[in-house]
């Protein structure tokens, strides 16, 4: 079976929510039957596959919003929310 297409927003609108000192606030949806970045409201949601166990839901969405912004995983790193819905992730250049 294919793996089904990411649903992506445009990169100028997610670096639109990234805030003067390069942090990006995300909601995320662990679990997800598929995977993809959507802007409401606002604000970043992130759905993943990955089950919130040791860290794997937050590594897929590190994962999911360097694919969004269009910059190597190691350009974003994580800030606070390690075990939370809620994270705050901090985006190099």
């Known amino acids: 079976m294919a793996k089904p297409k990411l649903t992506l927003p445009e990169v100028a609108a997610i670096r639109a929510l990234v805030d003067g000192e390069g942090r990006l606030a995300v909601r995320v949806t662990p679990g997800a039957r598929s995977e993809g970045l959507e802007i409401a409201e606002g604000r970043l949601l992130a759905k993943v596959r990955a089950k919130p166990e040791d860290g794997k839901a937050t ?15 190691s350009r974003v790193t994580l800030l606070r929310g390690a075990t939370s819905r809620e994270k705050l992730l901090a985006v190099a250049g």
């Open 59 to 73: 590594a897929a969405v590190i994962d999911l919003v360097a694919q969004g912004l269009g910059v190597a995983a």
